[in-house]
């Protein structure tokens, strides 16, 4: 193809940073004033925190995500380096997400793409445009699951149904805690109520009305993506908030959940799951208190995180894997969730396990990892670091892909690069290629090599400084790995110490050393403690304490 291809505006982290903290302050702008019209719009008063939890997940990544976008045609129509375009003529209403799940699918998608460029490019920039009618689209197959995953639904599903029988007005809520799901019912059961398995419940479905396109927010005074977000919203938001609002707060008002939650507790719902959220921002104006639990890495360790900021925004208590902030004081340390309960075993002259990553073609959630097409920048690093074992570890060496591919072809470009090299494409469960192997290999900031390490697994880790900017509380704690042989911020040094320790891996995982380390760095990052599900329960019942004296403070009646 003959075609150039622009530079991206994000290579330069700076910019990206910068970026962020500016988008910060847009978002608080833009949350109060949508609120308002919401309030408006419904006839009602909620408040900002109700908004805050139902759509802030929505807005923020709607603004970052079309900020990216337009930040690229501006560099191009700028530099005068587009001369004209052909652009699809997309039916505006096609692209309204019907709720956070739909647009979470949406945005990282070519059409959808196509139609915000070709209307930023005809609205708000002087390139002519021309358009040509849109090609009808194939549906995509269904995604079977496997057989495992078929049955866990259904027994959680039955176990939901049952649970309902035994639901109090004012126990503890619990809806995907990221605990292992037998320490989580142990959990309840400790809270003293009888365990039960709650899921995400389908939310209303509504049409696009054309009344939408009647309302505005503000637009006085403003030029550039000030302006365009504030047009751009409207058309955006999805209809479950705007249509579909009165029928999602008629369905919370009959859900079988507790009536007044002593306390509500999620790791995963508060994101994009529009039943809970709307049904937890109206017990939380009621004054129920609303708990947030860590559910993967960065937190604590990137220098910047957006759905970390909302999380604690919306919490009236934040619990960390072991990591504390003295500029966030509800943040409360407790355990790693998902590590649990858990054991690990691994075979000391088993294979070297490669967990790679992989992100949508096209920029989303901002946080301190490569963006876009860099994570082509990101695959090469792993390249590097294949190329730089010897053949008998190659030779041992699994690659474990991700199950999403996002339309990056990581099966083929691994394929064509190294023939015969053994790949996982993110079928098989972790666990069991983890026993298989004598050394676990992380190259991205995230959960992975958490739980390797909590659970004591050998680990290598590696990863560019350049793309995953740490803050600097963190240094120090990543220096000390590194100092161990643990971390790597380039793929030839992670090499170099596997082939190091390759022959007797135990001798140097279980060094004294090493393991002071290890145990140091989990400690802050990754705990795992003798007794993880009092602590989890004790830092509840302060929360659900301390909520109910504040209240009893407020309304009791003056002497």
Same mark, same amino acid.
């Given at each position: ?67 990216? *976008?337009?930040?690229? @045609?501006?560099?191009? /129509?700028?530099? &005068? +380096?587009?001369?004209?375009? %052909?652009? !699809?003529? =997309? ?126 927010? *503000?637009?006085?005074? @403003?030029?550039?993506? /000030?302006?365009? &977000? +504030?047009?751009?919203?409207? %058309?955006? !938001?999805? =209809? ?143 390249? %590097? ?175």
């Amino acid at each position: 193809m003959d075609a150039q291809v622009a530079p991206y505006h994000w290579d330069d982290r700076r910019k990206l940073y910068k970026d962020f903290l500016a988008l910060n302050t847009l978002y608080e702008e833009m949350l109060q004033e949508l609120a308002g019209k919401l309030n408006e719009l419904h006839g009602c008063d909620r408040s900002l925190r109700y908004w805050r939890i139902l759509i802030g997940p929505w807005l923020r990544i709607f603004l970052e995500v079309l900020f990216d *976008r337009w930040a690229m @045609l501006q560099q191009e /129509a700028d530099n &005068s +380096r587009i001369s004209g375009v %052909r652009v !699809l003529d =997309t039916a505006p209403d096609s692209i309204i997400p019907s709720d956070m799940a739909h647009f979470l699918g949406l945005y990282i998608n070519d059409s959808w793409n196509e139609a915000v460029y070709g209307a930023l490019l005809k609205e708000w920039t002087t390139v002519p445009v021309s358009k040509e009618p849109a090609r009808p689209r194939t549906s995509s197959k269904e995604t079977l699951l496997a057989p495992a995953r078929w049955l866990k639904r259904k027994l959680e599903a039955a176990a939901a149904a049952v649970s309902q029988a035994f639901v109090r007005p004012d126990e503890y809520f619990f809806i995907f805690s990221y605990l292992p799901i037998l320490q989580d019912l142990r959990l309840q059961w400790q809270l003293g109520q009888f365990p039960k398995i709650w899921r995400s419940i389908l939310g209303p479905k509504a049409r696009v009305d054309s009344k939408r396109r009647t309302w505005r927010l *503000r637009q006085e005074g @403003l030029t550039g993506f /000030a302006a365009i &977000s +504030r047009a751009m919203i409207p %058309r955006h !938001l999805p =209809t479950i908030y705007l249509e579909g609002y009165a029928d999602l707060v008629a369905l919370c008002g009959s859900l079988p959940w507790p009536q007044k939650p002593r306390l509500i507790f999620t790791s995963n719902s508060f994101y994009s799951d529009d039943v809970f959220k709307a049904w937890t921002a109206d017990k939380t104006e009621k004054g129920t208190p609303l708990v947030v639990g860590q559910h993967g890495g960065n937190y604590g360790i990137g220098l910047w995180e957006s759905l970390e900021d909302h999380q604690y925004a919306i919490s009236d208590c934040w619990l960390s894997w072991g990591w504390s902030d003295e500029n966030r004081p509800r943040i409360k340390p407790v355990c790693n969730f998902k590590a649990v309960g858990c054991k690990q075993a691994w075979d000391p002259l088993g294979h070297v396990l490669l967990v790679v990553m992989a992100i949508p073609r096209y920029s989303y959630r901002m946080f301190s990892i490569p963006v876009a097409g860099q994570w082509l920048g990101y695959l090469n690093d792993q390249y %590097r670091f294949v190329d730089a074992l010897s053949e008998q570890i190659r030779g041992k060496l699994i690659v474990r892909l991700v199950e999403q591919d996002y339309g990056l072809c990581q099966k083929e470009r691994w394929e064509d690069r190294y023939p015969g090299l053994v790949l996982d494409i993110g079928h098989s469960p972790i666990d069991s290629l983890v026993s298989k192997s004598r050394i676990y290999v992380s190259t991205h900031n995230a959960t992975t090599f958490l739980e390797s390490m909590a659970l004591n697994v050998p680990t290598i880790v590696f990863w560019d400084p350049d793309h995953y900017e740490l803050r600097d509380s963190a240094i120090p704690w990543m220096e000390q790995l590194k100092s161990a042989g643990i971390f790597h911020t380039t793929p030839e040094s992670a090499a170099q110490q596997l082939s190091k320790v390759w022959g007797d891996v135990p001798g140097w995982w279980q060094s004294k050393p090493v393991q002071i380390v290890r145990e140091k760095f989990c400690s802050q990052y990754s705990r795992m403690t003798e007794k993880p599900l009092e602590e989890i329960a004790q830092a509840l019942r302060e929360v659900s304490k301390k909520q109910n004296k504040d209240q009893d403070a407020v309304t009791e009646p003056d002497i």
